[in-house]
C-alpha cells in the first residue's frame, strides 16, 4: 500500500519563497502522474500542478501559473513544488497526489493522497 507525506509547509511573508516535499513509500510512484492541490476550508481541493511520470510534461492553471514549478525525482520517490512570489491567497492545505491521468485537475483521477502540509502567508 503506497503512501504519500508532504513537508515544508510554514509561515513565509509575501512576496517570499518555499519548497514543499512529499516522499512516497511502500510503492514505486515513478510510474504514476503526480500532482499538488490545494485546499482552503469550505472549498473543494484545487488543482495547482502536475507532471507526467517521465518529467517531460508539466501542467498549471491559470493560476498560480509562472509562480509555481513542480518537478520530481524518479530515484528517490518524491514530488516538488517550488513556490516563488507568494501571495496571501495562496494560503491553504496542499497535498500531493499520484494517479494516471497526468494532468488532469480533478482530484478523483489520482488514487494517492497525503495528509497535507500547511502553508500560510501573512506579514
Known amino acids: 500500500q503506497g503512501q504519500l507525506v508532504e513537508s515544508g509547509g510554514e509561515l513565509v511573508q509575501p512576496g517570499g519563497s518555499l519548497t514543499l516535499s512529499c516522499a512516497g513509500s511502500?510503492?514505486?510512484?515513478?510510474?504514476?502522474?503526480m500532482a499538488w492541490f490545494r485546499q482552503t476550508p469550505g472549498n473543494e481541493r484545487e488543482f495547482v500542478a502536475g507532471?507526467?511520470?517521465?518529467?517531460?510534461?508539466?501542467h498549471y492553471p491559470d493560476s498560480p501559473k509562472g509562480r509555481f514549478t513542480i518537478s520530481r525525482d524518479n530515484a528517490e520517490n518524491k514530488l516538488y513544488l517550488q513556490m516563488d512570489s507568494v501571495r496571501p491567497e495562496d494560503t491553504a492545505l496542499y497535498y500531493c497526489?499520484?494517479?494516471?491521468?497526468?494532468?488532469?485537475?480533478?482530484?478523483?483521477?489520482?488514487?494517492?493522497w497525503g495528509q497535507g502540509t500547511q502553508v500560510t502567508v501573512s506579514s
Open positions: 497526489a499520484a494517479g494516471v491521468v497526468s494532468g488532469s485537475p480533478a482530484p478523483r483521477d489520482y488514487q494517492y
Open positions: 511502500g510503492r514505486d510512484f515513478s510510474t504514476y502522474a
Open positions: 507532471i507526467s511520470w517521465n518529467r517531460n510534461i508539466k
